[in-house]
């Protein structure tokens, strides 16, 4: 026991670890380029389940990362076990002894922060969620993903360009919502995510595109227009009738039996299928061709529904994260800074790095 404690407390241990990380870290560097399919999507996911789920499937590309962990505790096991060391002879009274001496304290406390961070690091990577791609329309809301209370509102999109077409701005103005009450305003910018109780929303796209289709209804003194968006798939008009979203086809087509299919998966002539119901009685069914306006009415109890326009909208893309152990790696990178810090501006010899023996 004794020689495996003095083993981690080796400060050659230290300088040898120190060394196989850097040329880990170099190899992973050009694995990375060199292996996108593999690697590319490490960032996209909890590492932990990255690493067990594609990683293990990929072992050629990512040997280096299970390597690198191995060498990650070895090292974290040596910080902790001369930490340890250093505070036992610290806090150890002995006779004509000198008070710890304040830079050996800030040294102990660096070695701290560095613990914690990596505490901090292991909890992030371990639970959590990361979701990519949450498209929301302005004035709509979504819930947010893993954490059922909180919904997230895009209030509006305000996107600039210059003449030479770089993007000057592209500011979501968003809203947290909780039992119907704001408890967050932000603009999210592309690097100034809106955060709270570690949950993280970035902003990464935006476009405009159709939000949802509106209908003109007429007949029997009747003249209504019903709007269906897309991310709902049904509407209810005020007599009762309720619209409901079918399959959508990219192009359109129908052959001599009747028989509707796509003749590509180009977006030459989409379609959508249009159901309604009366209750829950399905009274007719049919396509929409969303180029073509006005055309194909569907006629039901004396009434006429006509598709009249598509309508569009700004929307946001966002990644949505939840980072469980931020706090953890802010309190353990305040610790190192601030010790760092200190050990600059205290006056007096630097320490040994190795203990003489006497």
């Not at 009274?93 to 505490?119: M, N, T, W």
Request: hydrophobic content about 45%; charged content about 20%.
């Amino acid at each position: 026991m004794k020689k495996l404690w003095n083993f981690f407390t080796s400060t050659r241990l230290a300088v040898v670890l120190t060394l196989l990380i850097a040329a880990d870290v170099l190899t992973g560097t050009i694995l990375l380029s060199s292996s996108p399919k593999a690697l590319g999507a490490i960032d996209l996911e909890i590492f932990f389940y990255w690493l067990f789920g594609t990683g293990l499937n990929n072992l050629a590309a990512s040997w280096w990362i299970f390597l690198l962990l191995a060498l990650l505790v070895l090292f974290a096991l040596n910080t902790i076990v001369c930490t340890v060391d250093s505070i036992s002879l610290m806090l150890k009274p002995r006779q004509g002894a000198a008070r710890a001496k304040p830079r050996r304290i800030l040294s102990q406390a660096i070695h701290l922060g560095f613990i914690i961070g990596l505490l901090g690091h292991l909890v992030s990577s371990t639970t959590g969620f990361r979701t990519m791609d949450n498209r929301i329309f302005e004035g709509d809301s979504i819930p947010v993903p893993q954490s059922s209370e909180f919904s997230l509102q895009l209030n509006k999109m305000d996107v600039a360009f210059a003449n030479n077409g770089n993007m000057l701005r592209m500011d979501a103005y968003v809203s947290l919502v909780r039992d119907e009450k704001i408890i967050r305003d932000k603009v999210v910018r592309l690097n100034e995510p809106l955060l709270y109780q570690g949950n993280a929303i970035y902003v990464t796209h935006h476009g405009n595109a159709p939000k949802s289709m509106n209908f003109k209804l007429s007949g029997k003194n009747i003249q209504e227009t019903i709007k269906i968006k897309f991310q709902e798939r049904s509407a209810t008009s005020n007599s009762g009738y309720t619209l409901k979203l079918g399959e959508l086809l990219p192009d359109f087509a129908r052959d001599n039996k009747g028989k509707v299919s796509s003749a590509s998966k180009q977006f030459r002539n989409p379609a959508m299928e249009i159901m309604i119901y009366k209750g829950e009685k399905l009274l007719v069914s049919g396509w929409v061709l969303l180029k073509h306006p006005g055309m194909s009415p569907l006629t039901f109890d004396g009434l006429k529904l006509v598709f009249s326009e598509l309508a569009y909208g700004q929307y946001a893309v966002l990644t949505i994260n939840k980072d469980p152990g931020i706090l953890i790696v802010l309190t353990g990178a305040l610790i190192f800074i601030l010790s760092l810090i200190g050990l600059l501006f205290i006056k007096g010899e630097g320490m040994e790095l190795v203990r003489r023996q006497t």
